[in-house]
């Protein structure tokens, strides 16, 4: 018997006793539909925390400040050391907590540590507005933008060696502002309005490079070096202050460094008492909440899907059993041994197949149509999350995976049916 004519008798065998193969591939169903599903949840949500990652700044940076000094009222107020820099922050951590300010010294012993390839203080600005066509919006800009990955849904990323101002406008202030679209927007020339330290109003012009979505993690919209230069000055009212204190500085690093590199770096940046901090540190422990949530759920349709396999196994041998003669006669014909255990194997990877291709394609298409309706109404305050999000590469592993134990499954009955006697199978009532 060929190859083909296997497989389909294999197809037909497989639909001999209708309902009890119909529960079999239902069973299977049931868990291929959650795997289905459980894998797009994590696709989705992965996608959206990376998404959400870019707006926190490159894998290859450090966000530094000066360390901690942790006081509290029992302790009494501390000394004014002239030597060092003002604090720029009391509000970050416990009460009491106070963050000195990162100096031009502080910024060349960063530089200067083995590992760091360039170190760049953050300058934060405060626009008052952003106008186009006339219309004025209050407005702010997120001070490491030049270092983040916008979530882009029109346009280009900030070119941070561009001499000209860029912005990156967040898709909440497209309609307002009076555009047609993401598209349209991108290209425009905006005012952007600032007050200097003296009272002073002074704009700024800006190109739209691109469109992003608003980012739960880094608030405003992105500006390149150029606009934040220029904005800056234009804060300053003129006045010649050369800026020697910065909150905040990002210090970059070479991204072929291994993790256990980078943690010497962030120890060596700690024992000169600077804090360092990468996106892992940020949202390392996020991500491992929602690997473990998504692996508790495929649990259950791994569950599922063992449960399915003995169904196949019960179903299989009960084929074996009814079909003892028709082995025999098989046997007696000439077919081998081999291609009657290729047979029932090939019949349990039809329902295999059956099953996982049909729970897959229900759970496409219920979970798109679900997705779709969340997007707009439950999680319509989470811009760019698309909850279920349905790989081909993974709907196909799912499909592949039930058909791989449901081949497993079939080897016990398989065993069997090849190692029949013909003779004794013949003579069987």
């Avoid at 970050?92 to 106070?98: A, K, M, S």
């Avoid at 330290?197 to 700024?204: F, M």
């Avoid at 009814?322 to 291609?339: D, N």
């Avoid at 029932?344 to 759970?363: H, K, R, T, W």
Wanted: aromatic share 6%; no cysteine.
């Amino acid at each position: 018997m060929r190859a083909k004519d296997l497989v389909a008798t294999a197809i037909s065998n497989t639909f001999r006793s209708k309902l009890r193969t119909t529960l079999t591939v239902l069973a299977i169903f049931v868990g291929a539909f959650t795997l289905t599903l459980t894998n797009a949840v994590g696709a989705g949500v992965t996608q959206y925390v990376d998404a959400q990652v870019g707006a926190l700044g490159s894998p290859d940076v450090f966000i530094v400040t000066q360390a901690s000094d942790a006081t509290t009222a029992g302790d009494g107020p501390v000394k004014y050391d002239s030597n060092s820099s003002a604090s720029v922050s009391s509000q970050q951590g416990p009460p009491g907590t106070t963050t000195k300010a990162l100096t031009d010294s502080d910024l060349t012993t960063i530089g200067e540590i083995p590992g760091i390839t360039s170190v760049d203080p953050i300058r934060a600005v405060q626009p008052d507005y952003i106008e186009y066509a006339g219309s004025q919006y209050e407005f702010s800009i997120n001070a490491t933008s030049a270092v983040t990955t916008a979530n882009l849904t029109a346009g280009a990323q900030l070119d941070g060696s561009a001499s000209e101002a860029q912005l990156v406008l967040p898709d909440t202030f497209v309609t307002p502002l009076g555009f047609a679209s993401a598209d349209d927007a991108v290209g425009a020339s905006v005012s952007i309005g600032i007050t200097d330290i003296l009272g002073a109003k002074h704009t700024v012009n800006a190109t739209v490079v691109g469109v992003s979505l608003e980012s739960l993690l880094a608030a405003g919209a992105g500006a390149n070096d150029a606009l934040i230069a220029e904005l800056a000055d234009a804060q300053s009212g003129g006045i010649d202050t050369a800026v020697t204190s910065y909150g905040v500085a990002v210090a970059h690093f070479d991204p072929a460094l291994s993790a256990d590199a980078v943690t010497a770096l962030k120890a060596e940046l700690a024992t000169q008492n600077y804090t360092a901090s990468t996106i892992e540190d940020q949202l390392g422990a996020v991500q491992t909440v929602i690997n473990g949530i998504v692996g508790v759920l495929n649990a259950f349709a791994v569950i599922a899907l063992i449960a399915a396999a003995f169904g196949i196994i019960n179903t299989l041998l009960m084929s074996v059993q009814e079909r003892t003669r028709e082995i025999g006669l098989m046997k007696a014909m000439g077919m081998s041994g081999g291609k009657v255990y290729t047979l029932f194997s090939l019949e349990a990877i039809v329902i295999g197949f059956l099953g996982s291709a049909i729970g897959a394609g229900v759970a496409i298409g219920l979970g798109s149509a679900l997705s779709a309706v969340l997007s707009q109404g439950l999680l319509s305050g989470l811009p760019g999350l698309n909850i279920l999000l349905f790989e081909p590469a993974s709907v196909a592993f799912v499909i592949l995976l039930v058909m791989l134990i449901a081949f497993l499954s079939g080897t016990l009955p398989a065993q069997r049916a090849a190692k029949q006697n013909p003779i004794e199978s013949l003579r069987y009532e």
